[in-house]
């Protein structure tokens, strides 16, 4: 049954339930400002130059908060007797995005991993010169 559906009447017997409802509604907050943290990152640290430690730590705590709570939500929505299945697939997939750019910003690759990727791109494009001219 749909959200929309169950919230026009008293919840009954298979409807949704007012905590359910109130569930979904944080979920779907939650998700726009989950956005709204990441836009910020990559607004800011990634594309911003050079970002201030205040800006970099406030940043990192709210996307630490984020996936820690990410994962809260989507084990509540894993379970089967969660009514909203597309709501349920929105918060994984914002987890998995949350964890990318965590791991783009505040994970950077290894030394192994560097060089490992450098070489495929040499391999891939062997006439450009400039292929390998980056670091992470």
Not at 10 to 24: F, K, Q
Not at 112 to 127: G, N, S, V, Y
Request: glycine share 4%; aromatic share 8%; proline share 4%.
């Amino acid at each position: 049954m749909a959200i929309a559906e169950a919230m026009a009447g008293p919840p009954t017997a298979g409807s949704v339930t007012d905590i359910e409802r109130l569930l979904a509604e944080h979920i779907r907050l939650f998700c726009a400002q989950c956005d709204i943290v990441i836009r910020r990152g990559y607004r800011e640290i990634i594309r911003g130059g050079a970002p201030t430690p205040d800006l970099v730590e406030r940043h990192r705590r709210d996307l630490h908060w984020a996936l820690r709570s990410a994962r809260l939500y989507n084990r509540l929505t894993s379970s089967q007797d969660f009514a909203d299945r597309s709501l349920a697939e929105l918060i994984e997939a914002k987890m998995r995005q949350l964890e990318e750019h965590w791991k783009y910003i505040y994970e950077r690759p290894s030394q192994e991993e560097t060089e490992k990727l450098q070489k495929m791109i040499q391999e891939m494009f062997p006439d450009e010169s400039r292929a390998c001219s980056f670091s992470f």
